[in-house]
Each structure stands twice: as structure tokens, then as C-alpha cells.
């Protein structure tokens, strides 16, 4: 008879080795490779801190095959997501072709000014964000053409970025069709609607702050813009594409999936469809001329959307930054993003098999006496999970199970975790490369997490605000006696 060897806990030591491995590897890869880390040496550093751990996992009992399933489990976490950045891929393609994001940039360049474009970004897009409850969504298509915007009127690529997220995690993070809004009441054991009202206190401050930073950089970008630039730009858009509000009926439709809660996978195809459709309807000269020569109309047709779909478009006119502007999309640009999702997921799948992430927590909670260090606590485990674990389902998940009973026993009402889980796990996630929503924002965006996290102003002034009020006492609801 075969004994099973007994399973150890781990030590601090071993929790610490793959987490500080990674550390000193993602710095290494950012030191040599810059912006270009994450098209393979990050997913090495990952892969690499995995084995590590898996080999600390066998020194204290685990098995291989135990690990590899919850490798397996960890990465069937990320299919759902996987799923809708192929679509999002097509539909930037699609979009591109059929001249739906060009229509958005050139009105945009019409109607938007440089003072304040940036806090316009904010608020746009916290508004679609606020009505479909989807900060990727928004992303992809606002934050998109917002971009263009931007560098037709000479703006910076990276505060752009930061608007843009801004303003889409603020809408999503108080919009009740948001699953992470959905999801932090749910784990903490508060009432949605309550949660949203709690979330007000530290959300409403953090992006209005965030609005007036950008007024004030907005306000220093006024003269860099260079309007026989900008009519240039619209010029080449009218030559290049058939301008007409009708290719903005994508959007307005892809929007209203969003708010009647259709799921983003069918939604975003849906829209990516209705982009190839548009294509051939509004874009036949465009068509024709990136359709190899000789080729009849129908088969020109086809191929060219089809290409669309899975390779994007690569539309030349003259001009190497409208070119770099106007081209791209394809679900072949989303595979990079998906290795990398893929390989984050399988070190965090690891680290929580193995207990590593239960250790880490309990040493935190070990120091954590006041309800300010508590909430501290709470703040500094949801980032933490997200750089390890790269996934904010995850970082809301996890501390809000390890949490929900000491937020208990001190007497504190299931909307100070609910509003915790996410002034800190929802909207850290799209400042760390390797996250499945920082990886998302890069790849839509065309801007590095390293260049737009200082800019993403309500994503760090929030978290900051909630331990803020944690210290200080404020807005700490009690639970009712007897409740």
C-alpha cells in the first residue's frame, strides 16, 4: 500500500520566492525590452515563476497532475474573455473598413477643442461606460476614436489613454449592468443598490478631481494644435472613406445591445457583422482599392471584409501616421494579449492552488488592529491579486472571501467591503501590462499601461481616497445591532 505523501502548507520563504522571482523578472524585462516587453518576455517571466512555484508545490507534497489541472481551471477562467478580444479584434477591423471609427474622428475633430478635450474624453466616456456598463466596450469603440481625436489635434496619446480609462472605469463601476458591480456586493454580502449609493462617497470626489487635472493639462495643450493639421486630417479621411453619419449606425447599435444587457461576446460580434455589412455598402471604392488588382467585384468584396475580420485592414494614404491611425484591428492583433492573459492566469491558478495567496494574506491581517489598517489591508491585497493573479474578477473574489468575516467580527456593514473590493480590485486592473484589462487597454488603445498609468487619475486617486476614509473614520458604515 502507497502512502499519499502529506500536503505542507507554505512558508513565507516559499510564498515569497516565484512572487519576488517575477518581480525582479518583470523589471528586467521592462529594463531591456521597454514597450516591447510585452510581446513575449513578461509571459516569459511568468512562465518561469510558475515553475518555481510548482516546484516549492512538489517539495511540500503536491502533486504534478494536481497542479497541472489547476493550471487548466486557471486558464478556463480567462475563455469568456478570450472569446470577446477575438470579437473586439473583428470589430476594430470591421469598424475601421466599413468607416465607422473614421466618421467618429472626423466630427470629432470638428467639434472637439484641445482646452478641453481631455476632460471631455473623461466624461464621454464615464457616460457610455455609466449606460452599457462595459469599460471594454467603451474602450473599443469611444476610446478608439477618441485617440484618433487626439492626434489629429496634436494631444498626447498617453493622457488620452488615461482619460479614456478614467471615464470608463468611473462609468462601470457605478453602472448597476456592471458584472464587477454586481459581483463585489454579491461576495461581501451587501445589497447592489446600496453598494452603488456607498460607492458614491469615495467615487464622486475621485472623478471630479480626476476632471480637473485634465482641464488644467488640457488647458497647457491648447496651443500645440494645428488646425491646417487638422484640415489636412479631414481632408485625407473624405478622400480615403465616404463620410456620412449613416456609419455611425454600428455603434448606435452595438450601444443598444449593450444597454438592453445582451452579452458582450454575441453584442460585439453582432457589431463586427453589421461593420462587414456597412463595409460593402458605404466602402466600395476603399473596397476595390485594397482588392488585388484584377479581382471581379464580389470576390474583392469578400476577401477584403474577410481579411478585415481576422487581420484587420491596412489602408495607405501617404501619410505614415494617418496610415499607422487607420489600420490594424483583425483578431489576429488580440494574440499576443491572449498569451499573455493566459500565462498571468496559470502562475495566479498556481500561487492560490498551493495556498501562497491564503499565506500572504494572513500575514497582512496579522498586522491589520485598526479599522483604517484594516481597510489598508483589504486595499493593498486587491492590487496585489491583481499583479499576481492578473485578472479583477479575481482581485475581487478572493479578498472578499479572506476578508468578509474580520470585516464581520469588527462590526463593520457589508457595504465597507462591498465599496473596498472595488475602489481597489476593479479599477487597479488596467494599470498592470500583464492583467487581462491592462493587456485589453494596450492592445485597443495602441498605448503601454507603463506610459498611461500616470494619467489614469480617478484609478489612483481612488484607491488612495479609500484608505484615506478608513484612517480618518469617515463614511465607515457599523452594522446595526441585532442585524
Known sequence: MTDTPLKKSPSMVDTLIPVLALVAMLATAVGYFGDNSSYGPNQIALLISMGLAMVIGIKNGHSWREMEKAVVNGISLSLGAVLILLSVGALIGTWLLSGTVPTMIYYGLKILDPSWFYAAACIICGIVAMSIGSSWTTAATIGVALLGIAQGLGLSPAITAGAVISGAYFGDKISPLSETTNLAPAVAGSELFAHIRYMLWTTVPSISTAIVIFLILGFS????????????????????????????????????????????????????????????????????????????????NLMVVWTAFFDGVAIETGDAELNKLLSGGGMSSMLTTIWL???????????????????????????????????????????????????????????????????????????????????????????????????????????????????????????????????????????????
Not at 479621411?237 to 463620410?243: K, R
Not at 453619419?245 to 445591445?257: E, H, R, S, T, Y
Not at 454575441?266 to 482588392?291: H, K, N, T, Y
Open 341 to 483: 492573459i493566459m500565462c498571468a492566469l496559470s502562475f495566479g491558478a498556481v500561487l492560490e492552488h498551493l495556498g501562497m495567496l491564503r499565506k500572504l494574506v494572513e500575514s497582512i491581517l496579522a498586522a491589520a488592529k485598526s479599522t483604517g489598517s484594516l481597510i489598508a489591508s483589504t486595499v493593498a491585497t486587491c492590487i496585489g491579486t491583481n499583479l499576481i493573479t492578473a485578472d479583477q474578477y479575481m482581485a475581487i473574489v478572493m479578498p472578499g472571501r479572506m476578508y468578509k468575516e474580520e470585516y464581520q467580527r469588527r462590526g463593520l456593514d457589508p457595504v465597507v467591503l462591498s465599496r473596498t473590493l472595488e475602489d481597489s480590485g476593479t479599477i487597479t486592473s488596467p494599470l498592470i501590462p500583464w492583467n487581462t484589462c491592462g493587456a485589453y487597454m494596450s492592445s485597443v488603445l495602441m498605448v503601454n499601461p507603463l506610459e498611461y498609468i500616470f494619467y489614469c487619475f480617478f484609478n489612483l486617486i481612488n484607491p488612495m481616497l479609500a484608505i484615506v476614509y478608513g484612517m480618518i473614520g469617515f463614511k465607515i458604515k457599523k452594522l446595526v445591532k441585532g442585524s
Open 221 to 300: 495643450e491648447t496651443s500645440s494644435a494645428d488646425t491646417n493639421a487638422i484640415d489636412m486630417m479631414n481632408t485625407q479621411l473624405a478622400q480615403q472613406f465616404n463620410l456620412s453619419i449613416f456609419n455611425l449606425i454600428p455603434l448606435v447599435v452595438l450601444l443598444a445591445m449593450a444597454i438592453k444587457k445582451v452579452p458582450a461576446f454575441p453584442a460585439v460580434s453582432i457589431g463586427a457583422l453589421l461593420g462587414g455589412v456597412w463595409a460593402v455598402l458605404f466602402q466600395q471604392d476603399l473596397i476595390m482599392r485594397l482588392a488585388s488588382e484584377g479581382t471581379e467585384a464580389f470576390a474583392g
